[in-house]
């Protein structure tokens, strides 16, 4: 994977930063059977009232259904396409199973079209292969990992992410996050061997306001520049020195802890992440 950069020919092309889709992107189309339509909130709930500010229009979007539990054990899979997703900064593979049914998963590094998955206690711990955290070697570098068993991927799942199994503790496996935290999971739960793949993505640059218009993101105004009565941090003449950063509703922007401290889960929580 590598990025593309551009000449200075108009001011959006000057920082413009994309990945090229020619070296990894093998299907252009997405499998029918396995979208579906995504409506735009625009940033309202249910009764039509604005609850997330900044938020609207932007491209329309399928959501690709991806198999984040990886279920059909024993069965082999052939990887067919390696796809994009507007949905997430990962890539998606699609796999033929020997069944004859089809799923998306995310695309690990070194995955390519025409190789074999499996998922399952038996697996091998190979790129791609889906298998119980009690059967990967200790000092693998995993992905898709889950936090309760049976409850499907819900860590590392982003492009070029991987944690790393450093050990096992009776019935729970050591793991260190991409955050740097280190925590417990029992080791019956599953996750995919290898590292997401578009690593690249964190080198892209959007170049132009536009291209955060086409994502749904509308024009952020800050709050130092807002009336005391819409923000916390408004008003005065001039611009004002001191206060505590706070966000609209008086909670402190930088440095408050708000995970509370009676957390159940605090316990399996060995070293917090780095700051």
Excluded at 65 to 73: A, E, G, H, P, V
Excluded at 84 to 89: F, L, M, Q, T
Excluded at 99 to 115: F, H, R, T, W
Excluded at 198 to 225: M, T, Y
Aim: aromatic fraction near 4%; include cysteine.
């Amino acid at each position: 994977m590598a990025v593309r950069k551009f000449k200075p020919t108009t001011p959006g092309q000057r920082h413009k930063v994309i990945g090229v889709f020619k070296d990894t992107i093998t299907a252009t189309t997405p499998e029918k059977s396995l979208t579906v339509g995504k409506r735009s909130t625009g940033g309202r709930n249910s009764s039509g009232h604005l609850s997330t500010r900044y938020r609207g229009g932007g491209h329309k979007r399928k959501l690709r259904l991806i198999d984040f539990k990886r279920t059909n054990d024993g069965v082999p899979a052939t990887v067919k396409s390696i796809e994009y997703d507007p949905n997430r900064s990962a890539r998606i593979a699609l796999l033929y199973y020997k069944d004859g049914s089809k799923s998306y998963i995310i695309a690990p590094n070194g995955l390519e079209v025409g190789m074999e998955l499996l998922s399952g206690p038996d697996a091998a711990p190979e790129v791609g292969n889906t298998l119980p955290l009690a059967n990967i070697p200790v000092g693998t570098l995993i992905h898709c990992i889950e936090l309760r068993p049976g409850q499907g991927a819900s860590m590392a799942r982003s492009a070029g992410t991987f944690a790393q199994l450093t050990s096992r503790e009776g019935d729970y496996a050591i793991i260190k996050l991409p955050s740097g935290e280190t925590r417990k999971v029992l080791l019956s739960c599953r996750a995919t061997v290898g590292v997401v793949g578009n690593s690249d993505h964190a080198l892209e640059s959007s170049g132009k306001a536009g291209r955060s218009r086409w994502l749904g993101r509308r024009p952020h105004n800050r709050g130092v520049v807002m009336n005391p009565v819409d923000h916390p941090m408004g008003g005065g003449e001039g611009r004002q020195s001191g206060g505590h950063p706070r966000s609209r509703t008086g909670l402190y922007a930088k440095g408050l802890k708000t995970r509370s401290p009676k957390k159940h889960s605090s316990k399996y929580i060995i070293e917090r992440r780095k700051k």
